[in-house]
């Protein structure tokens, strides 16, 4: 079947990467951890009704602010850095800070660009893994076939935000980015890394963003 292997291809797009936890965090109800995700997955549906005929600037500037707020992207990257990001110099953090921003809602941008029937289920269940928050979610393909996604959320003080995805409820998107990222991090430069995620940036947005 066609909806399946559309399904992982949309998963896999979706799996993204401790910070100190208040007392005032965890007290807030569990449905503002699971809001986070129900905004998100609002506006990629929103995305996939405009398809390819709304230019790819402006689909990427109506996810850019939802993904600043539901994604700790400054984690995500510190994370996936890794060891290396101790020795990477400050301009270099911050220009590899943008360019991983823009490849973020750039790749949801191209990967969600055109709807057949998917539904977004944001689970009422929370798991607790440490002092995480796990919300766990599925995109149902038209045909009914699920995919289970579960986002690991971490209270700032902005509220809960997404610090790691988890594909099929295991596979850390993480952990994947950080093997992807050593090789090119091998020699302690961001330069190779910064120079790859904007030519990512350029291929997925068609030429029409350049970061």
Known sequence: MRALPRLRMLAAALALP??????????????DVRQPIV?????LEKLMRAGQAT?????????????????????????SVGLKWPSIDPASRSSLAEVFRAFTIASFVANFDK????????LPDLRTVGADQVVQTRIVSAS????????????????????????????????????????????????????????????????TLVS
């Open 144 to 207: 009914g076939e699920p995919i289970r996604l579960d986002y690991v959320m971490q209270p700032s003080d902005g509220g809960w935000r997404v610090t790691d995805v988890l594909l099929d409820g295991t596979i850390s998107r993480v952990a994947v980015q950080r093997s992807d990222f050593r090789a090119l991090l091998a020699h302690g430069d961001a330069g190779a890394l910064i120079a790859s995620l904007r030519r990512k940036v350029a291929h997925l947005s068609g030429g």
């Open 55 to 79: 230019p790819f600037p402006d689909r990427f500037a109506i996810l850019a602010p939802v993904i600043d707020r539901v994604y700790d992207l400054e984690t995500v990257l510190k994370v």
């Open 115 to 122: 709807f057949e029937g998917e539904r977004f289920d944001v």
């Open 39 to 43: 905004a998100l997955y609002a506006t």
């Open 18 to 31: 401790a910070l100190h936890r208040s007392a005032r965090a965890f007290a807030q109800d569990s449905t």
